[in-house]
């Protein structure tokens, strides 16, 4: 018995699970994400209660002693492991909002270190495990069979000797490359007056036809999206 595939070509199954979705506050990020199929949302901004979707609140709890009761890294692990080894009915998982996770993690690492910032940690130790703390993250939600939606805000930086602004994401550089290397679709929310809103696809892994789109609802949704198909 061997595992070898077979020495032929294949056709690439072209479909979209993961997704990157940035924008500024109230453009509609978490309400367009809440519509995918039975979503699971773990949440950073406490606003979690204001949707309809179940949710898991991620943070960590310091006690009196000032170490962590609760490490938002133990917590994110256990909860990627349930949905690993556990039956269950979601469908999506919704990381609401990414860069508070960052933030959380380092915040972790720098306490169970009793350091006040990453760099303080000799040798680099610090940004190598937050790299691996982040890349296992990622790496587990892409396996799950899953859809995975990463939530962002959206900032605007300007360059101070030509005047031009970027928007982007507020995510770090480093962890954006993480996170969006792994993802199949970047889309802009963005609410341009009252009761109006606008949908974006500012990167795309390839050039996705609605026939690519298995699951209706999520077809749907992408379709609303500018320059999806």
């Known amino acids: ?29 978490s309400y367009f994400a809440s519509y995918f199929p039975h979503p699971l949302v773990l949440n950073t901004d ?3 209660s204001q949707g309809t979707a179940p949710s898991i609140q991620l943070r960590n709890i310091r006690g009196k002693d000032g170490k962590l009761t609760q490490n ?4 994110i692990d256990e909860v990627v492991l349930e949905l690993q080894s556990q039956q269950t009915t979601f469908k999506t998982i919704i990381i609401d909002v990414i860069e508070d996770v960052c933030v ?10 009793g350091v006040d910032a990453l760099g ?9 495990t937050m790299k691996s703390v982040l890349q296992r993250f990622v790496m587990d939600l892409k396996a799950l069979p899953m859809d995975v939606i990463f939530i962002s805000r959206e900032i605007e930086v300007t360059d101070e000797k030509t005047g031009a602004t970027e928007i982007k994401s507020g995510l770090k550089d480093s962890y954006y490359n993480i996170v969006t290397g792994n993802c199949d679709l ?3 929310c963005q609410k341009l007056g009252q009761g109006k809103y606008a949908r ?5 892994r390839a ?4 026939e690519d789109i298995s699951d209706k609802r999520i077809k749907d949704l992408l379709s609303s999206c500018i320059g999806m198909f």
């Open 1 to 29: 018995m061997g595992i070898l595939p077979e020495d032929k070509p294949v056709k690439p199954k072209l479909e979209p699970h993961n997704f990157y979705i940035f924008g500024r506050p109230m453009a509609g990020k």
């Open 120 to 128: 303080d940690i000799p040798y680099g130790k610090g940004f190598s």
């Open 186 to 188: 970047t889309i802009r």
């Open 72 to 75: 938002v890294m133990k917590q």
């Open 46 to 48: 406490g606003n979690a």
């Open 207 to 210: 050039d996705y036809k609605p």
């Open 200 to 204: 974006i696809v500012k990167d795309k």
């Open 104 to 113: 959380m993690v380092e915040q972790a690492i720098c306490i169970e270190a």
